[in-house]
């Protein structure tokens, strides 16, 4: 099972790391037990690196007391033999595996920068005083909505811009009258957008009223939101994924 792979490395590599430093540490200082909780021994050293990370909003006090209730609960549950529980194993896989998710995805949005052109933002802000009209169809495969073809659904709405979703206006942002959105996968299948017309609207927001930091914010998530999927998508074609029966 994959989970004991993950506590062993885990432990053989906490392990290794604090035999070094310990090694370390015995060649040039002993650093003096700073609190004691039944067997656990905190160190002075290792307290002074934990009280670095304490909370703004507690005193020292409050984090230690909150650190000596913390290692009371832990021997309680090692005491119980809680960590040999099936469900606690899946808990730390699952921690396990959402850490490493978490930290590639938080990497690879950082390697996504980008570019909001003045332009963008402009007809963004002109979009803004407009009614907006368009098609949306869904279809049942890609090909369908690549090729307009067998529709499985057709409406048309109309909105003022500025009330439609962040998606949305990303999407007419990029479109002509007349044009259509490439199609995206939905859980209701394959989905276009097509800009039938706009219309100005009778009160509009004055275009020096508007945030343009907000403005090239939304354009720039939207973008790296793409980027993403693009870069997901390919993972997932070049993958070997099977489902044998």
Do not use: C
């Not at 656990?40 to 703004?56: F, G, Q, S, V, Y």
């Amino acid at each position: 099972m994959r989970y004991l792979y993950y506590i062993l490395g885990i432990f053989i590599l906490a392990t290794a790391v604090f035999a070094f430093i310990g090694r370390d540490r015995a060649s040039v200082e002993v650093s003096r037990p700073a609190l004691v909780i039944n067997d656990r021994i905190i160190t002075e050293a290792e307290l002074n690196k934990r009280l670095a990370d304490k909370p703004h909003d507690m005193t020292e006090e409050q984090y230690i007391d909150s650190l000596i209730m913390q290692e009371l609960l832990i021997q309680e549950a090692l005491d119980r033999d809680i960590h040999q529980e099936e469900s606690f194993r899946r808990s730390v896989e699952s921690f396990y595996e959402q850490s490493l998710v978490k930290t590639l995805l938080d990497r690879k949005y950082q390697d996504f920068s980008p570019e909001v052109r003045d332009k963008e933002v402009e007809e963004y802000k002109r979009l803004s005083g407009m009614e907006i009209q368009f098609t949306r169809r869904t279809y049942n495969t890609r090909t369908e909505a690549k090729n307009n073809k067998n529709p499985s659904g057709v409406q048309t709405k109309t909105s003022p811009f500025v009330f439609l979703s962040d998606n949305l206006r990303f999407i007419f942002l990029n479109l002509a009258p007349g044009q259509t959105s490439a199609p995206r996968q939905t859980d209701e299948g394959y989905v276009t957008y097509r800009l039938d017309q706009t219309r100005p609207l009778k009160k509009t927001t004055p275009a020096a009223d508007m945030d343009t930091q907000r403005i090239r914010n939304l354009i720039a998530d939207q973008k790296q939101e793409r980027l993403y999927d693009r870069w997901a998508a390919n993972l997932r074609q070049q993958a070997d994924i099977r489902r044998p029966r």
